[in-house]
C-alpha cells in the first residue's frame, strides 16, 4: 500500500523584526499584545513579495528532502497573499526555482490554506499521477493590514514547506477531516479589490483593501470548531487524545491554543507554538512550526502528529501523522 509521508521541510521568515511596542502609536501595548495573543514581535517583509519567501522555504524543503528542484513535478502554495491576483504565486515560486517540471497553483483557504493544500497534494501522490510535492504556505500580511487599525498586531509574514512524498513504509498521513462554512464569510474579509467591488479611487479612500476581522467572532468560532474537528478526525481513525505526541496547530492566538487543548485534555507541553517570535504568518503557521520541530529533532519514529487550522471562509481542518 502506498502511503505519502513528509520527506522534507523548510521554512523562511523576512529578517525585520517588528516588536510589540511599535503599536503603542494605534493605541495598543506589549502587555495587552503579550497577555491576550502570545506575541513578543513578528517579522515583516521590507522588499520580499510572498512568492520570495515561499522560494526560499521551498528550496530548504527540497534540500532537506535530498531531491533536486527537477524532482518536484507537482508545487502547491496556500495564499491569501499572492504576488499579484494573477498569475498565481505557484508559478512564481517554479520560475524562481527553475523547477521545470512542475506543475503549479495556488490554493485559498486563507489560515486553513496549509491544511486544505497538504490534502490536496496527498490525493496525487496517492494516485500515482506525481511523485514528488512542493507544498508551501506562504503570506505577507503586512500587506493586507491596515496599519492604522489595532488589529495589525495579530500578523506577521512567513512562510514553510514540505514535500511530499510516496513510500510503502509504514508512516505518513492517516487522514485529513477538512470543512467550510461560508455563511461566515463576512467576519474575516477584504472587501474590495475582487469582482464584486473592483478597485476604485472611493475603495482605497475607505480603507477596504485591508482585512477587516471580526476578532470576537475568530475566537468564538475556533474555539467550538477546532476541539469538535480534532474529535471527529481522531474517533473515527479509533485514536484517542494520549495517543498524540504532537499537536501542530495554527497560531491565531495562544489563548485560543489553551482554550482548544483543555476542551480536548490534551497537556499544552504537547502543543508547538512560535506565536511570540512570528505572531500570525497565515497560510504559513503550520509548516513554519512543523520545520521548527522537525529541525529541532523533536520527532521520533511512530510519533503521532496532529495538524489543525481554522480561517477565513470559515475553513477548517485536522490531519492525523504517523512520523
Ligand atoms: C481580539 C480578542 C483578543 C479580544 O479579546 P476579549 O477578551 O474579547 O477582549 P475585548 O474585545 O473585550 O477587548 C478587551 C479590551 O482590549 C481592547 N483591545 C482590543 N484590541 C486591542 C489591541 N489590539 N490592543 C490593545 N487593546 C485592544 C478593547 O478595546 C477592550 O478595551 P476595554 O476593556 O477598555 O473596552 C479575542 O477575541 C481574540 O483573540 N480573537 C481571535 C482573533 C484571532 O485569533 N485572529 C486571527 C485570525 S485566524
Redesign the pocket.
Known sequence: MVNVYIKGTGSYAPSNIVKNDY?EAI???DE??FS??GIRERRISIDEATSDLAYKAGLIAIQDASLTVEDIDLIIVATTTPDRPSPSCACFVQDKLNAVNAVAFDISA??SGALFTMATAVQFVKTGMYKNVLVIGADTFSTIIDWER??A???GDGAGAMVLSATTEDKGFIDFALHSDGKGKEH?TIPAGGSAKPASIETVKNREHYFQ?N??A??DT?TKVVPENIMEILNRNNFTIDDVDFLLP?Q??I??LQDVAKTINLPFEKVKTNMDRYA?T?GGTVPIVLDETHKNNEFKKGDILLFAA???GWTWGTALYKW
Open positions: 503599536f493605541g495598543s501595548s495587552w499584545i491576550k495573543l486563507v489560515c489595532r488589529d498586531v495579530f500578523f474575516f476581522m476578532g470576537k475568530v475566537y475556533a495554527h491565531p492566538s489563548r485560543i500570525n497565515s481554522v480561517g477565513a
